[in-house]
Each structure stands twice: as C-alpha cells, then as structure tokens.
C-alpha cells in the first residue's frame, strides 16, 4: 500500500515563496511517478496546476512551479497573493494504472 | 473547452446500488482516458478508478475493487461508474476528471456529484 505524505499545512506571507512538497512513506518520488499538483478552495471542484511533474496546465500563472527536490517532488508559489490560500493535493502514478493522493497541504497566506 | 457534467448522485441505503454518469463534451472523448476522484465530506481527494480511451482497460482503488466498476460508451461520450455493496465510507463528492497521458495525471475535472450512503 503506498502512502503519499504532504505537509499537512502551511503558512506564507503575502509576496512570499513558499515549496511544498510531496514524498512517499517508503521511498522516493521521481519523474517516474509522474507526479501532478492540483488546488482547491471548500466547496469547489479541485484545479489542475501542474502534471508530469513540472508541465503547467492551460491558464496555470508560472508563479506555480513543478520539481524534483531531493527524494520528493515539490511546487513552488513565488509572490503568494491572497487567492492562493488553499488546499493543495499531489498525486503519484504508482503503476499499472493506479494512482494515489497525498493528504493534501493547507495553505495558509498571512 | 472541456466540459464535464456527472449526474446520478443521490442518498441511497447501505449495501445498494447506483450508477453515476458521466457527460463529456468539448474534446474527443475516445481518445483520452478518464478518472473518477471522490472526496469525502471534509477529507481529501481519493483517487477511485482510471479507464483507458478505448475501455479496454480498467483499473480500481483497492477500496473498491470487486464493488465499483467503470466503463464509457464512446459513442455517447459518456463515462459511468457502476457502484454496488455500497458503504457509508463510501459517501463522498464523485468527480469525473480528462486524463493526461497514460492515466498518470488530470487536466479537467467536472463539478461533482455527491453520494451519500446511509440508512
């Protein structure tokens, strides 16, 4: 059973830079899993940011980022604005079809 | 532009039955394989089931193998998720998403469809 670990929150400053990261439990992520980022605000369908671990989706600002970071893979915000306050998922290919979820990171800007 | 519209959701009591579908429009539908994510009332994406372009490949979640089965009809452009022996851990918003490439990420997500199983 592969567990996907992401920081359960996180807090930034207006016009800050904050990375997030997404790592397994046993383990590491590369380019390989294929890893994906998608944001959402309560109550809305998720949006996708990132996939293939660093390709930005249509309309995506490049003030979001996808890397690899050491054994995890990881987004960056650069100059966080308000509306970024959110919840962030990333999700790993596993093989053979499957896919898994991290818990999802809550970003707090203030 | 992508659009995708699920339907179906509803109460249902534990141990039923219910398909949720899955309306497409806007890419060419047989081409692309699609998911379905759900979400829990106040928890985090699950990724449920993946479907290749042509059907002829399904993969499930451990939680919901031998319960749920997808399939498409690409005719119709319509995807579907047939759920049976539901739970109460299996209440949650469903969401039909377009694939990328090979099943390993999501592009476009539909708005949802909430499932609630209880008695």
């Known amino acids: 059973q592969t567990v996907v670990t992401q920081e359960p929150s996180f807090s930034v400053s207006p016009g800050g830079t904050v990375t997030l990261t997404c790592g397994l439990s046993?383990?590491?992520?590369?380019?390989?899993?294929?890893p994906s980022w998608y944001q959402q605000t309560p109550g809305q369908a998720p949006r996708t940011l990132i996939y293939?671990?660093?390709t930005r989706s249509s309309g995506v600002p490049d003030r979001f980022s996808g890397s690899i970071l050491g054994n995890k893979a990881a987004l960056t915000i650069t100059g966080a604005q308000a509306d970024d306050e959110s919840d962030y998922y990333c999700?790993?290919?596993?093989?053979?079809?499957?896919?898994?979820f991290g818990g999802g990171t809550k970003l707090t800007v203030l | 532009q992508v659009h995708l519209v699920e339907s179906g959701g509803g109460v249902v009591q534990p141990g039923r039955s219910l398909r949720l579908s899955c309306a497409a429009s806007?890419?060419?539908?047989?081409?692309?394989?699609i998911h379905w994510v759900r979400q829990a009332p106040g928890k985090g994406l699950e990724w449920v089931a993946g479907?290749?372009?042509?059907?002829?490949?399904?993969y499930y979640a451990d939680s919901v193998k031998g319960r749920f089965t997808i399939s498409r009809d690409n005719s119709e452009n319509t995807l579907y998720l047939q759920m049976n022996s539901l739970r109460a851990d299996d209440t949650a918003v469903y969401y039909c998403?377009?694939?990328?490439?090979?099943?390993?990420?999501?592009?476009?997500w539909g708005q949802g469809t909430l499932v609630t199983v209880s008695s």
């Open positions: 046993s383990g590491s992520v590369s380019t390989s899993y294929y």
């Open positions: 293939n671990t660093n």
């Open positions: 806007g890419f060419t539908f047989s081409t692309y394989a």
């Open positions: 998403a377009k694939d990328v490439w090979g099943l390993t990420g999501v592009d476009s």
């Open positions: 999700m790993v290919y596993v093989g053979s079809g499957i896919s898994v």
């Open positions: 479907v290749t372009d042509s059907g002829s490949h399904k």
